[in-house]
């Protein structure tokens, strides 16, 4: 006979699509050893349309399906899973982020401690290609492995969990810190929480692996960045100037931080110099994403943002789309 717990972590899944576009994450999640303490929050446009048997969901402490109608923000729709959630923790999953088996139990425990969040460790999960590589090193390479566990200044963003009654102090704010969320851990640094990497907690992510879709991707997620950046900044106009004239330094100096990460996870023969070019262009991308954002705000970017994040498997190459739905 199983023992019955209270969910002590919610974790939130965002679709626009039917059950099966997230049911490889659900499956990862099924397997979890803390699974009976979790409550599974799918977000959807439509109850109906999400089309989900009973089945694919047993097991869980909780589950709730939110409909929210059309969903053009995937920040709005967490609010709503956050006002919504039952649990004192909130983790933000994606449809192409797998979690190992003990996942949850590494941030659970990791959460009856005092951190506002804690994040795991981030690998690669499709490393056939080098615009895989290059997409994964420009987001999460300074949370592969190896990586040292403790309080740290900056948590994998999509990824990372959080203590439910902090995010919701935020309100209305909510959405616009998850867009960026760099924004929402230095805001919640600034207000004296800390941020804790337990990376024996460990997921792998699925990254953008065709050519046209990483650059798209990469110059999007520069915009929003810039945009959030200026606007939390109360920038002046002259301000936003400066950091105009200053984009060809930005690749520089991520490119310089990002070689330093290659060389620590020991991948610096396999990557370096293969990986470099892709690398170097998805970084220049971004900066020109970013000098627009400064120079003219957020325009629909979060939006356009939100199809590469919900629709990964279309931006993957064909090999990388058959290891997927073979999955």
Same mark, same amino acid.
């Given at each position: 006979?199983?023992?019955?717990?209270?969910?002590?972590?919610?974790?939130?899944?965002?679709?626009?699509?039917?059950?099966?576009?997230?049911?490889?994450?659900?499956?990862?999640?099924?397997?979890?050893?803390?699974?009976?303490?979790?409550?599974?929050?799918?977000?959807?446009?439509?109850?109906?349309?999400?089309?989900?048997?009973?089945?694919?969901?047993?097991?869980?402490?909780?589950?709730?399906?939110?409909? +929210?109608?059309?969903?053009?923000?995937?920040?709005?729709?967490?609010?709503?899973?956050?006002?919504?959630?039952?649990?004192?923790?909130?983790?933000?999953?994606?449809? !192409?982020?797998?979690?190992?088996?003990?996942?949850?139990?590494?941030?659970? @425990?990791?959460?009856?401690?005092?951190?506002?969040?804690?994040?795991?460790?981030? @690998?690669?999960?499709?490393?056939?290609?080098?615009?895989?590589?290059?997409?994964?090193?420009?987001?999460?390479?300074?949370?592969?492995?190896?990586?040292?566990?403790?309080?740290?200044?900056?948590?994998?963003?999509?990824?990372?969990?959080? @203590?439910?009654?902090?995010?919701?102090?935020?309100?209305?704010?909510?959405?616009?810190?998850?867009?960026?969320?760099?924004?929402?851990?230095?805001?919640?640094?600034?207000?004296? !929480?800390?941020?804790?990497?337990?990376?024996?907690?460990?997921?792998?992510? +699925?990254?953008?692996?065709?050519?046209?879709?990483?650059?798209?991707?990469?110059?999007?997620?520069?915009?929003?960045?810039?945009?959030?950046?200026?606007?939390?900044? @109360?920038?002046?106009?002259?301000?936003?100037?400066? !950091?105009?004239?200053?984009?060809?330094?930005?690749?520089?100096?991520?490119?310089?931080?990002?070689?330093?990460?290659?060389?620590?996870?020991?991948?610096?023969?396999?990557?370096?110099?293969?990986?470099?070019?892709?690398?170097? +262009?998805?970084?220049?991308? !971004?900066?020109?994403?970013?000098?627009?954002?400064?120079?003219?705000?957020?325009?629909?970017?979060?939006?356009?943002?939100?199809?590469?994040?919900?629709?990964?498997?279309?931006?993957?190459?064909?090999?990388?789309?058959?290891?997927?739905?073979?999955?």
């Amino acid at each position: 006979m199983s023992t019955a717990y209270l969910p002590e972590m919610s974790v939130v899944l965002v679709t626009r699509d039917p059950f099966r576009a997230i049911r490889k994450t659900v499956r990862y999640l099924s397997r979890q050893t803390f699974r009976n303490r979790l409550e599974l929050l799918i977000v959807v446009p439509s109850r109906e349309r999400l089309d989900l048997e009973d089945s694919e969901v047993q097991g869980f402490g909780a589950v709730q399906v939110l409909e +929210v109608g059309p969903i053009l923000s995937i920040s709005q729709a967490k609010l709503v899973a956050a006002r919504n959630a039952t649990a004192p923790v909130i983790a933000f999953a994606e449809d !192409h982020c797998y979690p190992e088996p003990d996942w949850a139990e590494h941030l659970i @425990k990791a959460h009856r401690q005092s951190w506002a969040a804690v994040g795991p460790a981030v @690998k690669n999960a499709n490393p056939r290609t080098l615009n895989s590589w290059a997409s994964y090193l420009m987001s999460h390479a300074r949370w592969s492995e190896p990586v040292t566990t403790g309080p740290t200044d900056g948590l994998p963003w999509h990824n990372t969990s959080y @203590k439910r009654d902090l995010l919701l102090e935020y309100g209305s704010e909510l959405p616009s810190l998850l867009s960026v969320e760099g924004f929402l851990q230095e805001s919640l640094a600034e207000r004296g !929480h800390q941020l804790y990497l337990a990376p024996m907690a460990k997921v792998s992510h +699925v990254n953008v692996s065709v050519a046209s879709s990483m650059l798209a991707h990469a110059f999007v997620g520069g915009r929003l960045f810039g945009a959030m950046r200026a606007r939390y900044g @109360k920038w002046s106009p002259l301000r936003r100037l400066l !950091h105009i004239v200053a984009t060809p330094l930005i690749p520089l100096v991520r490119l310089r931080r990002t070689c330093r990460d290659i060389r620590r996870i020991g991948e610096q023969e396999r990557l370096l110099p293969r990986a470099l070019p892709a690398l170097c +262009v998805g970084l220049t991308f !971004h900066a020109l994403g970013e000098l627009a954002g400064y120079a003219f705000g957020l325009g629909n970017v979060e939006q356009q943002y939100s199809s590469y994040e919900l629709n990964r498997i279309d931006h993957i190459t064909e090999e990388d789309r058959q290891v997927e739905l073979a999955g």
